[in-house]
């Protein structure tokens, strides 16, 4: 049974920042593409960061320069750094892995940006 716990999540004030963590029963190391989504209320669940098994980050064009995804593969964990949060970035963060040719997710954590 593949596991993705996701924690870390929330409440933070605008301009705030935190970091999530995303721990998996998996050899990251073998793992292709790891993502972090998220899905605001009434809104459709979006990709946000990815990391691949070498490295390769990409970003979102609203969260680039802000968020940061790196991976600890001695730990088994992928990490999401959010700075300069806003109100925008409200939303239930889910990490997810590309393993075997199958998609795992975890439960979701959730971040409230508010003052």
């Known amino acids: 049974q593949v596991q993705v716990v996701e924690s870390g999540g929330g409440l933070v004030q605008p301009g705030g920042s935190l970091r999530l963590s995303c721990a998996t029963s998996?050899?990251?190391?073998?793992?292709?593409?790891i993502g972090w989504n998220r899905q605001a209320p009434g809104k459709q669940r979006e990709v946000v960061a990815l990391?691949?098994?070498?490295?390769?980050?990409t970003y979102e064009d609203s969260v680039r320069g802000r968020f940061t995804v790196s991976r600890d593969n001695a730990k088994n964990t992928v990490y999401l750094e959010m700075s300069r949060l806003s109100p925008q970035d409200t939303a239930v963060y889910y990490c997810?892995?590309?393993?075997?040719?199958?998609?795992?997710w975890g439960q979701g954590t959730q971040v409230t940006v508010s003052s």
């Open positions: 998996i050899n990251i190391s073998s793992i292709n593409i």
């Open positions: 990391i691949t098994s070498r490295g390769h980050t």
């Open positions: 997810h892995v590309l393993w075997t040719g199958k998609y795992y």
